[in-house]
């Protein structure tokens, strides 16, 4: 069974400029995370889809940071314009349902904003 | 607000020894408690998790230890190998929350 996909794993890009990031989640996972991990830190939630319906996007900075999920099946997180700030590890998870416990991470993008 | 607190940062252990991972959560409506490796440049993998209603679990050489009294959990490596050097996270859930929230990270290094 083929993992959580991401792409691309590492992107450099100066500052106000746009970035996007692309995550396929295993196959039948419907319930999809975008995840931040900064440096010596543990991941932090960004948004969660249940199908292609954002239910969770407390934590996303909406002013610059925007996210979509067309056909609940691959997602899509952009950044718009970046900030210093914004680099990270950008980590995209995946559960086989709703209510699941287990997340399953792909390998991340690694953002460095210059 | 950090939810969930694990200690050390850092541990170093010799090759055959049992490096011990920490971890206190505050809020008792979590009921998950899954611990994650990560190696550099790779994205956390889940290795072992518990709930509540057990103290003890063990799969392979990895054990969770858990006291829901004190609000603590913990790691235990068996007879660690080279091969275990790498990041571990602790974190928590609720069912029907959805989100991890994970403690800052044990960077273990197991020397040969």
Do not use: I, K, M, V
């Given at each position: 069974e083929a993992g959580v996909v991401q792409s691309p794993r590492y992107k450099i890009i100066e500052k106000k400029q746009p970035v996007a990031f692309w995550c396929n989640p295993i196959s039948g996972h419907n319930t999809l995370y975008w995840y931040r991990q900064n440096l010596g830190q543990g991941p932090e939630l960004l948004i969660r889809y249940e199908n292609e319906e954002a239910v969770d996007d407390s934590q996303l900075p909406k002013d610059r940071f925007s996210a979509e999920r067309l056909k609940g099946v691959d997602s899509t997180l952009k950044i718009?314009?970046?900030?210093?700030?914004?680099s990270a590890v950008y980590l995209c998870a995946s559960t086989?349902?709703?209510?699941?416990y287990e997340q399953y991470f792909g390998p991340g993008t690694r953002l460095t904003v210059t | 607000q950090q939810q969930v607190k694990q200690s050390p940062q850092s541990l170093i252990v010799q090759k055959g020894g049992i490096p011990i991972i920490n971890c206190a959560y505050?809020?008792?409506?979590?009921d998950y408690f899954p611990w994650y490796q990560q190696f550099p440049g790779k994205g956390p993998a889940l290795l072992i998790a518990i709930r509540p209603d057990v103290s003890e679990k063990k799969e392979g050489r990895f054990t969770i230890s858990f006291n829901k009294s004190a609000k603590q959990f913990s790691l235990h490596i068996m007879d660690?190998?080279?091969?275990?050097s790498a990041t571990y996270f602790c974190a928590a859930s609720t069912r029907g929350w959805g989100k991890l929230q994970f403690g800052a990270g044990t960077q273990v290094v197991v020397t040969p």
């Open positions: 718009q314009p970046a900030e210093l700030g914004d086989p349902r709703q209510g699941a | 505050e809020n008792t409506a979590f660690s190998q080279p091969g275990d």
